[in-house]
């Protein structure tokens, strides 16, 4: 199973970014995807996760009311929009594949909000 993030890069502060993954490979049976982040020498930390059957959608309190995830219909790819960006959004995004057995990850890309 692979993943594969894509429209990280450069944002001014107040920016937008939409960041997609994509799920292939050997057949799998997601349950949910969602994204975290990791900043220079800080924890990986939890951004936002939906969950299929449910529709549920998590969010990280501090990206609640800028950030918002989405899932493809076919529910092999999830995408997260991020709206009015700051400066602590910079990090490296990676995107996670829930399964039954385990948990699937992306490479990570690059999200980088300067003035």
């Known amino acids: 199973v692979l993943l594969a993030e894509s429209g990280g890069g450069s944002v001014q502060i107040g920016g937008s970014l939409n960041l997609s993954c994509a799920v292939s490979?050997?057949?799998?049976?997601?349950?949910?995807m969602g994204w975290v982040r990791q900043s220079p020498g800080k924890e990986r930390e939890f951004v936002a996760d939906?969950?299929?059957?449910?529709?549920?959608?998590d969010y990280r309190v501090t990206v609640r009311d800028r950030f918002t995830i989405s899932g493809g219909n076919a529910k092999n790819s999830v995408f997260l929009q991020m709206n009015n960006m700051k400066p602590e959004d910079t990090a490296v995004y990676y995107c996670?594949?829930?399964?039954?057995?385990?948990?699937?990850w992306g490479q990570g890309i690059q999200v980088t909000v300067s003035p």
């Open positions: 490979g050997d057949p799998f049976d997601t349950t949910g």
């Open positions: 996670c594949a829930h399964m039954p057995t385990l948990t699937a």
């Open positions: 939906i969950t299929w059957s449910s529709g549920r959608k």
